[in-house]
């Protein structure tokens, strides 16, 4: 029984990066949880697929066939997979940054893709937009595990803001409060 608590334990580190890709909480309460929500719900959207996944599932697919996952030795940063127009798959990576306002309440996200032989680095409001505005990426991959759960037969009910008011985030380690 304890080896099954263990398997179902986060780590810190996992914690950390989940922050990284979704954070940061202070404050935040359900949003952060639907901004979970919100980017698994995409088709495209395959998490933490290795590279051999990726290659048996881009390999027989057309030109603009695109998958998303996390970069997972780079915690913030995200990796499209894609058929190019040479029928090769190729990658981009992208990184999430995300900007603190003055009043440390508030915060604005960005999606910055990397610099590429002939395109410069351009930043996005979000991970769907930047989606939406590359021509190269015209078909979702199929085969997402969060899609067909979240978006399956069973939908994924969450339950409002109102509901979640007296969730408590607000205390959390100054440590963490470093979103350079």
Known sequence: EKEEDQKNEVSRERFGKMLDYFGPLKNRGIKFIESMISLVSNPWFH?????????????????????????????????????????????????RKVIMHSDQTSFEEQYITARTKGSNKQTYSS????????????????????????????????????????????????ESEDYS
């Open 47 to 95: 998490g933490e697929v290795d590279l051999d996944q990726i290659q048996a599932k881009l390999a027989l697919e057309d030109k603009g066939t695109f998958l998303v996952k996390f970069a997972e030795n780079k915690p913030g940063y995200f990796i499209i997979y894609f058929v190019s127009i040479k029928n090769e798959i190729d990658n981009q990576f992208v990184r």
């Open 127 to 174: 991970l769907e937009r930047l989606i939406k505005e590359q021509p190269h990426l015209t078909k979702p991959c199929s085969g997402s595990p969060y899609y067909s759960i979240i978006m399956g037969p069973k939908k994924l009910n969450l339950m409002s803001s109102r509901d979640m008011d007296d969730l408590d985030t607000s205390e959390t380690d100054s």
